[in-house]
């Protein structure tokens, strides 16, 4: 395979700041061995949940986990903290059929089981792991007919929802900037630093997990290897690749990837007299009525939490001046929902990617008969991206099963047109959606 030309970076600070296993020591690249049964390259959500059902299924063998940064301050610790179990339209409505969706609910509600029985399990409770629901919120009443599209969907899968307005809204989330919101209690609101870190942190004992290691590249062969920025070489059965948008950085899946960045803030902690004006809320989190609309969150430690802004990853990085440019958009998205608490400053900004497809379709394929490769690819991909970790590990192990199949049936990502018309086409549109917003940014 290629050398890796591009690698993950970080920029500004975001939910690692919050987590409790912040400072948690994992291996030095001292200790990688010459050896191991099984490679797990990006340790994001898919790595967590790939590296776990590995060693579920072959207790016996020696696995690797390899992040080029700090975990947690990634990507997967970069998102808005939604793990949703319900049908989710991050772009077109109707990219995915009622029995593609209803699958995936099925599925959903099985990793996010999955996940809290590790959390239980392994005595790491103290993660910020909450079983909040979520509301699709609603500015402006043409939104409205995305609640009813998914009022519909519902009701055909028989799943139970609440629609909300008015002073009882207002009640439950301490703004009077929403119109109509609609409620579902399945989806878990995280810190998702925390729970990424959390969860590695307590790995199965033949799973070793190195931080800061960056992968160059990975030679194919009998055995395969992989080699190390630092040097090293790692020989293995079999590798599977979970890096997101740098996947194709390995020559796998190229030219499906088309990331977008977007950027996060954070208020302060509230003041106890500030959160007078938060009296009886508790934690919530909310989708817009537009896919280009802000995201936000009331989290358990008593800050907002705000996400907008779209701009298309060319390099597969941000930078400090763009997160500077998206900081009044971030302002005027808080100070409109929360005018009475407009002088709380912002205290951790940052940017991160979002890993999408042409389609928002995912990748899941066997590049070569020892490497692996799973990648979400559109923007509800906590749960989606640690099903197809998990299921990929199934693959690599030749175990089949109905929801493998589905899996590999659906990741079927859109190729794209080449450079300059990727970027300029994927700006365009990112501009159209957010024109179309208004109110819901």
Request: charge should be neutral; hydrophobic fraction near 35%; include cysteine.
């Amino acid at each position: 395979m290629r050398e890796v030309k591009l690698f993950p970076t970080t920029t500004g600070q975001s939910w690692l700041e919050l987590s409790a296993y912040k400072n948690h020591a994992f291996l030095p690249g001292s200790e990688i061995r010459d050896a191991y049964d099984y490679i797990v390259v990006g340790a994001g959500y898919g790595g967590q949940a790939a590296a776990r059902r590995l060693a579920e299924l072959h207790p016996d063998a020696r696995i690797a986990v390899f992040e080029a940064i700090r975990i947690g301050d990634n990507d997967s610790g970069k998102n808005a903290g939604f793990i949703i179990d319900v049908p989710h339209d991050f772009g077109d409505q109707g990219a995915s059929s009622f029995e593609e969706n209803k699958k995936y609910f099925e599925l959903n509600t099985f990793i996010i089981k999955w996940m809290e029985d590790t959390i239980k399990a392994k005595g790491i409770e103290d993660v910020d792991w909450d079983h909040c629901g979520k509301y699709l919120c609603c500015a402006e009443t043409k939104s409205f007919k995305l609640i009813d599209h998914e009022i519909d969907e519902l009701k055909r899968m028989n799943c139970s929802y609440e629609v909300v307005e008015g002073e009882e809204l207002y009640r439950r989330t301490g703004t009077r900037y929403y119109k109509k919101a609609l409620y579902t209690s399945g989806t878990v609101l995280i810190n998702p630093a925390d729970v990424l870190r959390g969860l590695f942190s307590v790995m199965p004992e033949n799973v070793e997990v190195f931080e800061e290691c960056p992968v160059m590249r990975i030679d194919e062969g009998s055995p395969t290897s992989v080699i190390l920025r630092n040097g090293k070489r790692a020989k293995c059965k079999a590798v599977i690749v979970t890096a997101g948008p740098f996947i194709p950085q390995f020559g796998i899946g190229s030219k499906v990837f088309c990331p977008v960045l977007s950027y996060g803030a954070f208020t302060r902690r509230f003041t106890e007299e500030e959160m007078q004006h938060m009296r009886g809320v508790k934690p919530w989190g909310c989708t817009a009525g537009h896919p280009a609309g802000t995201t936000v969150r009331f989290t358990r430690d008593n800050r907002i939490f705000v996400r907008n802004g779209f701009s298309f990853a060319t390099h597969l990085t941000t930078s400090h001046q763009r997160i500077q440019r998206a900081i009044p958009k971030l302002r005027r998205a808080y100070e409109n929902r929360f005018p009475e608490l407009r002088h709380v400053n912002f205290e951790f900004v940052y940017g991160g990617m979002i890993n999408m497809t042409m389609n928002y379709r995912p990748l899941m394929l066997q590049h070569h008969p020892s490497v692996f490769a799973s990648a979400c690819g559109e923007g509800a991909g906590v749960a989606k991206t640690s099903l197809l970790g998990y299921y990929v590990a199934e693959w690599v192990s030749g175990i089949p099963s109905d929801n493998l199949d589905f899996l590999r049936r659906i990741s079927t990502p859109k190729r794209l047109p080449p450079e300059p018309f990727l970027t300029v086409g994927a700006e365009a549109r990112l501009f159209y959606e957010e024109f179309n917003a208004k109110k819901e940014i």
